[in-house]
């Protein structure tokens, strides 16, 4: 390690700046996504079978609720526009806007050149967690997913359920590509009800114990035509390991709901990121 200058701890001392204040962010009108939410009646379920993944389509206007439904488990979900696929949920820039977890009122954004709210939560029965004595909290997009490269590099396994895998093989259900042809669309995920953060010390991501519990559910509601995919995580609640047969792993469920006609009145699918495309050319 090299030496500390003589002005060391006068720049660690320097208070730090937000990179995207939250204040100028295009702001969801949650009352009427909460009273359209309270009318609305589920028009069709999926279930993500312990270490499989679902597929499931969601209109713009509508909701779709992820469910705790039998004991604690982990999910990873990936969002397209459906119909595109090159518009993807971009966990990194959700980060920077949102932080490291989100919750109630925070969106997930797609990936430029659109950048826009695919999606914005609306409900968590878990925002009571906050932030615990060790800097975890739930619903990360800090971590990517669990997958057989990494499983491969680490201890030399082939293991074909981990999250990775399990998104790919129902992005292929859903479109009817092959999984090679589907990979290249898989990206880094919304880590539902999973609880992470990074160790004080060493700044190296964890995970723990989830504090979901079945009926605990988190539910969002479509800005744009959605295609999603979820994971069961093999890890199970993610309190000892992921990516392998010996975690107690449990379903989940992803409800689409319809909201009565006329709850929405005045809302608009939002458009496109309105920077010209030009990059100075």
């Not at 200058?5 to 969801?28: G, H, K, S």
């Not at 082939?158 to 479109?175: F, G, K, P, V, W």
């Not at 898989?186 to 990074?198: A, E, S």
């Not at 496109?272 to 030009?278: E, H, L, P, Q, V």
Request: with cysteine.
């Amino acid at each position: 390690m090299s030496q500390a200058p003589a002005d060391a701890d006068a720049r660690r001392a320097i208070a730090p700046v937000i990179c995207y204040p939250p204040q100028t962010l295009p702001q969801p009108d949650i009352a009427l996504y909460a009273a359209a939410l309270d009318r609305a009646e589920t028009v069709s379920v999926a279930v993500a079978a312990p270490r499989e993944a679902c597929h499931f389509r969601v209109k713009a206007g509508q909701f779709f609720r992820i469910v705790s439904v039998e004991g604690p488990q982990v999910g990873d979900l990936n969002l397209w526009q459906d119909g595109d696929l090159s518009e993807r949920f971009y966990s990194g820039k959700t980060r920077a806007l949102h932080g490291t977890h989100v919750s109630t009122g925070q969106r997930l954004w797609s990936a430029f050149p659109h950048l826009r709210p695919m999606a914005t939560i609306v409900e968590d029965t878990l925002d009571w967690y906050g932030i615990d004595a060790y800097g975890g909290a739930v619903h990360d997009v800090i971590g990517t997913r669990c997958d057989p490269y990494t499983g491969n590099l680490l201890s030399g396994t082939q293991y074909h359920h981990c999250c990775h895998s399990n998104l790919i093989r129902a992005l292929s259900d859903a479109t009817g590509m092959t999984p090679q042809e589907a990979e290249p669309h898989v990206h880094d995920v919304l880590n539902v009800f999973m609880c992470t953060g990074f160790t004080r010390d060493t700044g190296q991501y964890f995970m723990k114990a989830s504090p979901v519990r079945p009926g605990d559910h988190l539910t969002f509601f479509a800005e744009i035509d959605l295609l999603g995919a979820l994971s069961a995580c093999p890890g199970g609640d993610c309190s000892s390991e992921h990516s392998s047969d010996t975690a107690q792993c449990y379903p989940l469920r992803v409800e689409i709901l319809q909201p009565k006609a006329g709850a929405l009145a005045g809302w608009q699918s939002p458009a496109r990121n309105g920077y010209d495309g030009s990059h100075g050319r």
